[in-house]
C-alpha cells in the first residue's frame, strides 16, 4: 500500500529531455507537507490506515467549520481543511509531516483528481455518436440521437443507454505518470503527461499501485 498525499494542479507547461531531447509535456503539482492527523491501528479501530490533512483553515473557515471536523485536530495539532485516509500499516505518527521526499524522480505515481464540469451536453460532444446526415430534409436534428427503443414489443428504452446530461465534474484517475522532477524546498512535483482537474483544483498523489517500471 501506498500514502496518498494531498496537493494542488499548479498548471502544464513542459520539460526537455536531457538524454534524447525530446518536448515532454508535464504537469506541474503543488504538494506542502501533509500533517498526519489519527493512525489507526487493528486494536483500535479495526484495521490499520493513516489520515493525512492539508490546507490551513483560515480565521474565517475555522469560525464556519463544524465541531466534529475541528475535533480531530488534537493535541496540538493544525485544523487544516481537506483530509485523506490511506490504508495499510505505516510509520507516521500524528503530528509527523510527509513531504515530497516519500516519491522519488524516475518513479511513477497515480493522480485522482475532479474534471472540469462542462454542464449538460450533448450526444455528439458527451460519447462522440456520429451526426445525422444533414441532407434530404434532415432538419435541425443533425446534433440529435437516432431511435433508441424498441420497434416493437414493449417500446422501451435500456438502462445505461447513450444520451444527453451532466458531462466532468467526475472523479477521475491519471495512472502510472512519471515523476520528472522533484523540489522539496518549494514543494513542487513534476509529472510527465495530463492531470484531471482545473488548475488550483485538489489532487491526490499515491505510488503507482500496478506496478508500472
Do not use: W
Request: charged share 25%; aromatic share 6%.
Amino acid at each position: 500500500m501506498s500514502l496518498t498525499l494531498i496537493g494542488k494542479k499548479r498548471g502544464m507547461t513542459r520539460v526537455f529531455c536531457k538524454k534524447s531531447g525530446k518536448n515532454l509535456p508535464c504537469t506541474v503539482l503543488e504538494v506542502q507537507p501533509n500533517q498526519v492527523v489519527q493512525s489507526k491501528s487493528v486494536e483500535s479501530d479495526g484495521y490499520e490506515a493513516v489520515k493525512l490533512s492539508a490546507f490551513t483553515l483560515s480565521e474565517v473557515q475555522k469560525k464556519r467549520a463544524k465541531k466534529p471536523d475541528l475535533g480531530q485536530f488534537k493535541d496540538g495539532l493544525t485544523p487544516m481543511k481537506t483530509l485523506i485516509e490511506s490504508r495499510g500499516s505505516f510509520e507516521q505518527e500524528p503530528g509527523d509531516l510527509v513531504d515530497l521526499s516519500y516519491f522519488t524522480v524516475g518513479g511513477y505515481v497515480d493522480v485522482r483528481g475532479t474534471s472540469k464540469g462542462k454542464g449538460y451536453q450533448g450526444v455528439i460532444k458527451r460519447h462522440g455518436v456520429a451526426r445525422i446526415v444533414s441532407s434530404h430534409g434532415a432538419g435541425p436534428v443533425v446534433r440529435h440521437i437516432g431511435s433508441s427503443g424498441f420497434m416493437t414489443s414493449h417500446g422501451r428504452v435500456h438502462k445505461g443507454k447513450k444520451d444527453s446530461g451532466q458531462m466532468g465534474n467526475a472523479l477521475c484517475y491519471a495512472e502510472g505518470l512519471e515523476i520528472l522532477e522533484i523540489d522539496l524546498e518549494n514543494g513542487i512535483l513534476v509529472v510527465k503527461g495530463g492531470v484531471p482537474g482545473p488548475n488550483g483544483g485538489t489532487v491526490y498523489i499515491r505510488n503507482n499501485i500496478k506496478g508500472k517500471k
